[in-house]
């Protein structure tokens, strides 16, 4: 943590889940603390700020209130993002920043905003940043990034199909809930007060799993102890992105045992390759009590490339994760060797690295009948010896990102994810 710069607080949370009313409740309880606050909003009219406004001392014309409308902080508006926060920060000496983000925003590019600013290939400059070469984040830092989760809503969103716009940009609702989870130090479990304390206590369990990092709170009404979000310290990027709940059993598997509310993961690997058309029938009917699996995975006739698994709700993607160290030049490959011994450990003298590594989480989901089910979609001894074009594959093709470690195909997330389109 910077003690000479200005702490950001990132409040995120999908619509309805309280983000308004929880940034009001810390306005009015914020005390000596002297607080500045930026919404975004997908809408030209600029619904929350206006909200904020009306229920806080806070306004714009003391300059302690920004809107940034009519687009998205975690894609068409980051360049936005970053000349607002530091007109904030040049403006005077505030005790903290807060950024309630639109309903449709992912945590992760904010916080990639927010902490590399410009170093970022994909994020233009702003005419601010060209006239003036000054970094906007030289007078604050990120802080602290908050998910706010509707307890009332948890089960129906995870479950739910519905597809969200984010200008045009379609995402599921449940994957979305998903990303916001996975990527937080501070979870807030809001309106239990509409929740039984047996579906408080199984929420926490599948929150816990998809996050084990952060801390949870229960709330109502948004209702949160300021000192528990604002200047907390607690956000450390590197930590923050690879501490998602599928990334801790890919490096850690284990069988866990089953939970008071059977919150439960598991690990699947396999050394042969996916039957296409098998793997896509699998995925048609792929449990609804699986709130996450994502790994990679090796599809027959592909083997060039190895392939991202991602599921999120009733979300269910497939991206390239880069080439098979084994497709890589003698010397490259002997690089990577070096770089990264454990490969030559569970080398194949025939398939090298190429194989399928899957972490599966869900609520009651039944082990044994899963992993059954997928250890029958591998090709079988007399389909290992067969012509594997000549199999039907319904998979999205792609090309191999430029940018995706060869021997990283579990790595955080790539661009290039496609909706599968099987279980539709």
Not at 270 to 290: I, S
Not at 293 to 310: D, P, V
Request: hydrophobic residues 35%; negative net charge; aromatic residues 6%.
């Amino acid at each position: 943590m910077d003690d000479q710069t200005i702490p950001v607080t990132v409040l995120s949370g999908t619509l309805g889940a309280g983000k308004t009313t929880t940034l009001n409740h810390i306005l009015r309880e914020s005390g000596e603390r002297d607080l500045a606050v930026l919404v975004n909003d997908m809408g030209e009219v600029n619904v929350d700020a206006d909200l904020v406004a009306e229920s806080s001392d806070i306004s714009a014309d003391e300059e302690e209130l920004i809107e940034l409308s009519n687009g998205c902080i975690c894609c068409e508006l980051r360049g936005d993002l970053l000349e607002a926060i530091d007109g904030l920060a040049r403006e005077r000496e505030f005790d903290g920043i807060v950024v309630e983000s639109t309903g449709v925003a992912e945590p992760l590019p904010v916080a990639q905003t927010l902490t590399l600013g410009f170093d970022q290939g994909d994020l233009e400059p702003t005419e601010f940043y060209e006239e003036t070469g000054i970094e906007p984040l030289e007078d604050c830092h990120l802080d602290t990034t908050v998910t706010v989760v509707d307890a009332h809503q948890f089960r129906e969103a995870m479950r739910s199909d519905e597809i969200l716009d984010d200008d045009g940009t379609e995402k599921h609702l449940g994957d979305l809930l998903v990303e916001q989870v996975e990527f937080c130090d501070v979870l807030l479990l809001n309106k239990c007060d509409l929740v039984d304390e047996d579906t408080l206590a199984q929420i926490e369990e599948t929150l816990e799993a998809l996050q084990p990092r952060a801390e949870i709170l229960r709330t109502t009404h948004g209702r949160v102890d300021v000192d528990d979000i604002i200047a907390t310290g607690r956000f450390d990027f590197e930590e923050a992105s690879q501490s998602a709940g599928w990334m801790q059993e890919l490096r850690e598997p284990h069988e866990s045992a089953e939970e008071e509310h059977g919150v439960t993961s598991f690990v699947f690997e396999a050394r042969r390759p996916f039957h296409p058309e098998r793997f896509a029938e699998l995925l048609d009917a792929f449990p609804e009590n699986v709130v996450r699996s994502k790994g990679h995975f090796w599809l027959a006739g592909r083997e060039e490339m190895a392939l991202m698994f991602n599921v999120a709700g009733q979300s269910i993607r497939v991206a390239p994760a880069g080439n098979w160290v084994a497709t890589l030049p003698p010397e490259e490959r002997e690089e990577q060797f070096e770089a990264y011994p454990e490969l030559e450990e569970t080398w194949d003298d025939e398939w090298g690295d190429r194989g399928t590594r899957l972490v599966v989480i869900g609520t009651e989901i039944d082990h044994e009948s899963i992993r059954n089910h997928l250890e029958l979609c591998l090709l079988t001894d007399e389909e290992m010896d067969a012509d594997w074009e000549a199999f039907a594959d319904r998979f999205p093709t792609f090309e191999a990102p430029e940018d995706v470690e060869d021997d990283e195909p579990e790595s955080p997330e790539h661009d290039g994810q496609e909706e599968i389109g099987i279980a539709d």
